[in-house]
């Protein structure tokens, strides 16, 4: 069993040259194309890719433009950040500006939505 291990270790370090090489052997000792090998070896690491990505679970919502009715941007913001109204403006001003960060995938949404809604133009990251 510690071979098969130490066998599986290597062949995750194998570089392009190392895959080759072990295409030829394969070839040449075993019959087996080196098409099969490469797609063989290819796959494995594309398995691994794709069970180390995730998906995001924190956005930030940007405003990125007030659009047309800026007033009523201004208001919005204030009552989603809790914020004065003074601050509130100077947050809309600034666009491309953050309005909240790290918040939920439904948080999100909801504030994109009303921005959307009154008119501004927003962006999650």
């Known amino acids: 069993m510690a071979d098969i291990k130490k066998l599986a270790e290597e062949l995750v370090n194998l570089t ?26 290819a796959g494995g690491a594309a398995a691994g890719e794709a069970e180390g990505a995730a998906e995001q679970t924190e956005f930030d919502v940007i405003l990125k433009s007030a659009g047309g009715s800026k007033l009523a941007i201004v208001k919005l913001v204030k009552e989603m950040t809790g914020v004065g109204l003074k601050e509130a403006k100077e947050v809309v001003d600034k666009a491309p500006a953050p309005i909240k960060e790290k918040v939920s995938k439904e948080e999100a949404e909801s ?5 959307e809604e009154a008119g501004a133009e927003v962006e999650l990251k």
């Open 111 to 115: 504030l994109k939505s009303q921005l």
């Open 16 to 41: 392009v040259k190392d895959v080759n090489e072990l295409a030829e052997i394969l070839k040449e000792e075993y019959g087996i194309e080196p098409a099969a090998a490469a797609v063989a070896v």
